[in-house]
C-alpha cells in the first residue's frame, strides 16, 4: 500500500494553526507550553494540532518540539509558492476564495438558525414533561398544594426560555443574511 503523500501533506496544512507552527519551530525548538501561550489556544486544540503535524515535527528528549526535515521542506515549499503568486493570479484566487466561503454559510445557517429550532425543541419538551409529571401527581393523589410552587416556578422558568430564543430568531436570522450578503458581495 502506497502513502498517499499529497493528501498527507495536505491535510497537515490545510489550516493556518499548524501552518505558523510549522513557521514558528523553524526558527527555534519549543516547548509545549511555549506553542501554547503563543498561539493562546486550549491544550485540547493544540493537542489536536500536534498529532495532526506528526511526521513534519517532532519531540526531542528535552521535551522541546521542532520540525523535522519534512517540516522544514514543506514550509520552504509554501514560502516559495507565495512568491511565486503575481498579481495576474489575484482575481483567480478571489474567486476561489469566495466559493470556498460560500460554502460556509449554510454551516452558519445551521449553527445559528438551526440551534435556535433545537432549542426549541428542547424546552417544548421540558414544558411538556412537566405537564405530564402534574397530571401524573394529580393522578396519583398528591395535592396540587404541595407541588404548585415547582409547577410555577417550571412554568417560569419555560416561558422566559422561549421568550429569550424567540427574541433570539430575529438577530440571528439577521446577522446570517448580512454574512450572506457580505459573501455575495466578495464574489
Known amino acids: 500500500m502506497s502513502i498517499p503523500s499529497e493528501d498527507v501533506i495536505i491535510n497537515a496544512i490545510n489550516h493556518d494553526i499548524r501552518r505558523n507552527i ?19 489556544l486550549t491544550s485540547g486544540k493544540l493537542n489536536y494540532h500536534l498529532k495532526l503535524l506528526s511526521g513534519f515535527i ?14 522544514d521542506r514543506i514550509i520552504n515549499i509554501l514560502e516559495q ?3 511565486t503568486i503575481r498579481d495576474e493570479d489575484r482575481p483567480f484566487l478571489k474567486k476561489a476564495f469566495a466559493s470556498q466561503l460560500s460554502n460556509r454559510k449554510s454551516f452558519l445557517r445551521i449553527r445559528l438558525v438551526g440551534g435556535i429550532y433545537l432549542k426549541i425543541i428542547l ?40 421568550i429569550w430564543v424567540f ?3 430575529k ?6 443574511e448580512r454574512v450572506d450578503k457580505l459573501l455575495k458581495n466578495s464574489e
Open 22 to 40: 510549522l513557521r514558528l519551530l523553524k526558527s527555534k525548538q519549543m516547548s509545549y507550553s511555549q506553542i501554547l501561550d503563543h498561539f493562546a
Open 58 to 71: 517532532e519531540k526531542n528528549d528535552e521535551g522541546l518540539y521542532r520540525n523535522t526535515q519534512l517540516g
Open 81 to 83: 509558492f507565495n512568491d
Open 123 to 162: 424546552l417544548s419538551t421540558v414544558f411538556v414533561l412537566i405537564i405530564i409529571l402534574a397530571i401524573m401527581y394529580t393522578l396519583t393523589g398528591v395535592s396540587i398544594l404541595y407541588v404548585w410552587p415547582f409547577y410555577l416556578l417550571s412554568s417560569i422558568i419555560g416561558i422566559t426560555g422561549f
Open 167 to 169: 427574541k433570539q430568531y
Open 171 to 176: 438577530p440571528a436570522k439577521e446577522f446570517v
